[in-house]
């Protein structure tokens, strides 16, 4: 069930207040700031920014992108190699799982490009403390080219299905992990590099189930 509080829009309303400032050339930006500016910036671009929330308008969305958090390697890459984005932003909001149980997940992706087949994933965890909302955000994005993975698998063909270790190279082949400006990127959890992952494959879900009509709540 959808939390009273939306940590998405908080970041938005944080991003939004953040751009009537101008940055400290000084100072590494704290990561929670870039996400939320990277974000307002892509709402004022792109409005309105569609967010997706767990417990709303599309469950199938949510389940869809669990199973294939569960198949193979190989259903897994296909699914992804179809994932579209025609909007420059789009958010999802979902409960934390195992260590991240009482939280929620705010999954961004972004496209850095025009192009709708290369996306950029950014992860924030929220949770309520002492009934106010705190935010952090993964120091680093996750981008993927869907171009060079789907001419990945269809130059590797069905070994991509039966392979576990090909279907893997295929997906870190076509991927690449950044640190946001200011910060170092030493190693990266194994929990939070399946959640860029999850947001991949949400946006696999979404574009594979897009229905006809509206298919967002939005935020304005």
Partial sequence: MAPDISFAEVMLRKGAELLQDTPSED?????????????????TMDAPLVVHTEGGGRPEMFEEAMRLSGVSAGERAAALAEARQAERAVVFEFDGTGPLTGNRVVAAVIRPEDRPDLLEAYIAIGRLRDGAAQVTVAPATLRLDVRAL??????????AQHSVNAANAAMAHAAGITALPGHELDSMPGALVALYWHAFCLS??????????PNAPTLH
């Fill in 27 to 43: 100072a590494a930006e704290e990561a929670v700031n870039i996400m939320a500016r990277r974000l307002a910036i892509a709402a």
């Fill in 150 to 159: 789907a001419e990945t698998l269809a130059l590797i063909g069905p070994a």
């Fill in 204 to 213: 696999s879900a979404r574009t594979r189930l897009r229905p006809t009509g």
